[in-house]
C-alpha cells in the first residue's frame, strides 16, 4: 500500500514521541522539586492557569514538544536556539497534523527533516535514522511520480522547482527564519574561510547580514539555508545577492541587512565578536593559512590523526533513563581486578539494571550535547573510553544500566584504573591518547598519575581555561566543542580557553 505523506509526517511524530520522551523527561525530573514528579507539577500549574483538559503523555509529540518551548531554560544548556527553533516549528506541523490537515510533498520533506535534526540534537540515532528513511521516501516518491506521468525510467530524483523570480516569488517561499539561524549555526562552528569553501561561496563584496552583533555573507547564508529547506543548496551563479536577490529576501524574513559600500569603518563578515556566551572564534585570513597561537590545540593535535589514537573523555551526572532488556551475558574482557572493584562500587550507586544502554548513549551532559553528532561517528570509527564514577572505565559501546555515582579516586585501588587506560591503548594496538577533561577534577587528576611514557605511550590533554563564571556549564561545553573540533580536523574551530598539556 502506498503511504500518503499525512501517514509519513504521522509516523514521524511517533518516532519523535520515542526519542525526544526520555531526553525531556529526565531534563524535566532534574528541574522538578525533590520528591515531586515534574508531570503532577506541570499538570497543577496548568490547572490554575487554563483549567482541565490538557494532555500529559510522554507518549504524545505534541506535549513534549510544548514542554520543550514552554519550559525553554531548562533546555537552554541542552538545545541551542537553532535546535530549540526546530521544536517550534514542529509544533506547527503536529497542530496540522492533528486538525487532519494534508502535507504536500515539500511540506513533508521539511518536517520530517526537521523532525530528523532534532532527534539526532537530543541523541536518539536509532529514531532519526527511522525518519530518514521516511524523508527519503518522499523524493523516491516524488521521481516514480515523475517517471509515471513522463513514461521513463525514474533515474535522479527531483529537485524542487524554481521560478526565476527576482527573489520575491514562489522561489524563495520555501526558506523560513529557522532555515536561515540553521545556516548562521553551520557559518559560525566552521569559521568564515571553510564555510565558503564547502559551499561554494565567496566573501561578500556590499550586502552583509547582521545577527547578534555579527556580519555574515549574506548571499552564502541564504543559499545554504534553501538547501536546508529544500534538500537542494543553491549554487553561487543561481541567483544575485542585491537588494532584489538574497538580501531583499534576508530583508522579508527579519534580520537586519548592511550596505557597507563606501562606510568607512564599515562592518566586516569577520570583524565582529559573537556574544562571550556563544563564541566561536571565526578564523581570519592569517588564521586559515596556519598561523595559531603557539601551543594552540590546533597546533598541538594538528599532525594527530583522531582514527589511530585513543579518545578518552568522562562521563556526566545526567544521564538518559531506560534502555533496552539486558541480555544475561557480559562480553566486556576487563581485567578481573577491575570487574570486582566495579562490583564494589556499583553495589552503592543505586544500580539500575532494568534497561541498558551503549555508554556514550547513557550519558546526556552538557560535554555530549556539544560532543555530538562528532562523539557518535568516533564511537563508530575510532576508539573510545569513558572514565565513570561507577564503572571506573568504560568502552564507549558498552552496555551499561542507570546508576547514581561521582567519580572517587579513593573508590579504586590504585594502579586498577591506570591499568585498564594503558592495557586498553595496547590491546587495540595504539601508542598515542588524546583526553578531553576538566583540569580541576578527579578526572584530570587520575590522567595526571597513569605512567603514560613508562608503557610507551604518548598522551595529551585537552583542557580548558580562563572560564571566571558558570564554568559548571562552559567548561564541559567548551570540552565537547574542543571534541567535536578534534575528530572533525576543523583546527580553526577550537573554542576559547581550550589547550593542550602533554601528560607524564
Not at 71 to 92: G, P
Not at 132 to 156: H, K, N, Y
Not at 380 to 404: F, K, N, P, Q
Not at 419 to 428: I, K, Q
Amino acid at each position: 500500500m502506498v503511504m500518503t505523506n499525512r501517514e509519513r509526517v504521522g509516523q514521524g511524530l511517533e518516532h519523535l514521541a520515542r526519542g525526544l520522551g526520555p531526553f525531556v523527561d529526565a531534563h524535566m525530573s532534574a528541574a522538578a522539586p525533590v520528591g515531586q514528579d515534574w508531570l503532577d507539577v506541570l499538570a497543577a500549574r496548568d490547572r490554575s492557569r487554563f483549567g482541565s483538559g490538557r494532555r500529559y503523555s510522554l507518549n504524545d509529540a505534541r506535549f513534549l514538544l510544548r514542554v520543550v518551548t514552554e519550559e525553554w531554560r531548562i533546555f537552554r544548556n541542552h538545545l541551542s536556539r537553532v535546535e530549540q527553533s526546530f521544536a517550534s516549528e514542529l509544533r506547527d506541523t503536529g497542530n496540522k497534523w492533528a486538525h487532519g490537515d494534508e502535507f504536500s510533498a515539500d511540506d513533508t520533506f521539511r518536517a520530517l527533516d526537521t523532525i530528523e535534526r532534532l532527534l539526532t540534537a537530543v541523541h536518539a540515532p536509532s529514531q532519526a535514522e527511522e525518519v530518514r528513511q521516511l524523508r527519503l521516501g518522499v523524493r523516491s516518491a516524488d521521481v516514480r511520480a515523475a517517471a509515471r506521468a513522463s513514461d521513463e525510467p525514474a533515474q535522479q530524483p527531483l529537485q524542487p522547482a524554481r521560478t526565476q523570480s527576482a527573489g520575491t516569488g514562489l522561489y524563495w517561499s520555501r526558506v523560513a527564519r529557522a532555515d536561515v539561524l540553521r545556516a548562521i549555526e553551520e557559518y559560525d562552528r566552521l569559521g568564515q574561510d571553510q564555510f565558503l569553501a564547502e559551499h561554494g561561496f565567496g566573501r561578500a563584496t556590499a550586502y552583509l547580514l547582521i545577527h547578534n552583533g555579527r556580519g555574515y555573507d549574506s548571499k552564502a547564508i541564504l543559499g545554504v539555508a534553501y538547501g536546508y529547506a529544500t534538500g537542494a543548496p543553491l549554487a553561487s551563479r543561481e541567483f544575485s545577492g542585491g537588494v532584489h536577490g538574497a538580501a531583499g529576501v534576508l530583508r522579508k524574513l527579519g534580520f537586519e541587512i548592511r550596505d557597507t559600500r563606501g562606510r568607512a569603518g564599515s562592518v566586516t563578515a569577520t570583524d565582529p565578536s559573537p556574544p562571550a556566551a556563544a563564541r566561536w572564534e571565526a578564523p581570519s585570513r592569517s588564521a586559515a593559512a596556519g598561523a595559531r597561537p603557539p601551543g594552540s590545540p590546533g597546533e598541538a593535535l594538528r599532525d594527530v590523526d583522531p582514527k589511530r589514537c585513543m579518545l578518552i573523555i568522562t562521563c556526566s551526572a545526567s544521564k538518559r533513563p531506560g534502555g533496552q532488556a539486558p541480555s544475561g551475558k557480559d562480553g566486556n574482557q576487563w581485567a578481573p581486578e577491575l570487574r570486582e572493584a566495579r562490583a564494589r562500587v556499583l553495589s552503592s550507586s543505586a544500580l539500575e539494571m532494568t534497561g541498558v544502554l551503549p555508554a556514550w548513549r547513557r550519558y546526556t551532559g552538557t560535554f555530549y550535547q556539544h560532543a555530538n553528532p562528532a562523539l557518535a561517528d568516533a564511537v563508530a570509527r575510532g576508539h573510545v573510553l569513558i572514565i565513570s564514577g561507577g564503572y571506573g572505565i568504560l568502552r564507549a559501546e558498552e552496555l551499561i544500566g542507570w546508576y547514581d555515582r561521582q567519580l572517587h579516586l579513593a573508590d579504586w585501588p590504585r594502579g586498577v584504573l591506570e591499568s585498564a587506560l594503558t592495557g586498553e591503548a595496547h590491546r587495540r594496538g595504539l601508542d598515542t591518547v588524546v583526553a578531553f577533561a576538566s583540569a580541576t577534577t578527579g578526572y584530570a587528576q587520575l590522567l595526571h598519575r597513569v605512567p603514560w611514557r613508562e608503557a610507551g605511550l604518548t598522551a595529551r590533554l585537552v583542557t580548558v581555561t580562563g572560564v571566571t563564571g558558570g564554568a559548571m556549564v562552559e567548561v564541559p561545553r567548551r570540552l565537547g566543542q574542543a571534541f567535536s573540533a578534534f575528530w572533525t580536523g576543523r583546527h580553526a574551530s577550537y573554542p576559547p580557553g581550550a589547550t593542550v598539556e602533554s601528560l607524564p
